[in-house]
């Protein structure tokens, strides 16, 4: 529900886009340099190094470090006298996943991704059946490609089914292989030639083999992003890029889909960079581990 922005009391809070303009307590500010040099190393750190990292004098972070010690957010080692978060600021992080809804975060990056790369986007979730779209934004260009909610994405010939297919456990994707290939299979009495494709379809080509599926999604995970270029309809181009959660999961793929003509499907291109910083970013706000060399925060398997 959204707030009425002519209500004056102290219990309003301020939209999030309007946070930055508001009157803010500078130490506090200040102070919290210390801690996100802390969560940046990842390590205990010496006070010297704290100082150095938020650009202050080691006599003007340590009272800092002693407000934070009382409050729980940091602790100091007995032994080497390095300081390292505390449990305070443990208890905030786990109520912060929990909290964390990857649809609900991504969401609204969705349409202001859509202006920038000129192409529909959308966000796809690993469901019953496969990779499923939950949401969409069409992109502002007069000719585009639309996508709909509750499209199930094919696992071995689309971006979307590529993206999770390269981050899921290696033997779960090998059983849905098969799965898909039963699938394909004629039922008895059927007949044994597939039906000829639709006006505009690209013909359905046989599935890969494990193995040559697997070196399409080394290739996947070796860019930290999937695309496809016609296979699914003819004239049709896809890129997908992974969000991954606080353990490293695959939880999202975010999806763009646009005329080939004018699709960019360069692995390192401006829309491919563009979804990769879109993914990483809900990956952040969902506590990821930190990228590697391939955009990826999850490592090979």
């Not at 729980?72 to 809804?101: N, V």
């Not at 494709?197 to 013909?203: H, I, L, V």
Request: hydrophobic share 40%.
């Amino acid at each position: 529900m959204t707030k009425d922005s002519s209500h004056t009391g102290d219990s309003s809070d301020p939209p999030e886009t309007d946070r930055s303009a508001q009157r803010g307590i500078q130490s506090i500010e200040v102070g919290g340099q210390l801690l996100r040099a802390l969560v940046h190393h990842g390590r205990p750190m010496a006070l010297k190094d704290l100082a150095r990292e938020a650009d202050m004098t080691p006599a003007k972070a340590h009272p800092y470090m002693v407000s934070f010690g009382r409050l729980g957010l940091i602790e100091q080692d007995r032994a080497s006298g390095h300081y390292l978060l505390g449990p305070l600021a443990l208890q905030l992080g786990l109520i912060s996943l929990q909290q964390a809804d990857p649809v609900h975060i991504a969401t609204p990056l969705l349409s202001p991704l859509a202006l920038q790369i000129g192409h529909t986007v959308a966000l796809a979730v690993w469901g019953a059946r496969g990779a499923t779209i939950v949401r969409t934004a069409e992109s502002p260009s007069p000719v585009h490609v639309t996508m709909r909610h509750g499209t199930v994405f094919s696992l071995t010939n689309t971006a979307s089914g590529r993206i999770f297919a390269a981050y899921l456990d290696a033997d779960a994707v090998r059983q849905l292989l098969e799965e898909e290939r039963q699938r394909q299979k004629p039922r008895k009495g059927a007949a044994a030639e597939p039906a000829a494709p639709a006006g505009g379809m690209p013909a359905v080509q046989p599935l890969p083999s494990w193995s040559d599926f697997e070196r399409q999604l080394k290739e996947v995970r070796e860019h930290g992003i999937s695309r496809s270029d016609g296979e699914v309809i003819k004239g049709v181009s896809a890129m997908a890029a992974p969000v991954f959660d606080h353990t490293g999961a695959i939880v999202l793929a975010v999806t763009a889909i646009g005329p080939a003509g004018v699709f960019d499907t360069a692995w390192d291109g401006e829309l491919s960079r563009a979804l990769k910083a879109c993914a990483g970013a809900v990956s952040q706000r969902l506590g990821a581990p930190a990228a590697g060399p391939s955009g990826s925060s999850k490592p090979e398997r």
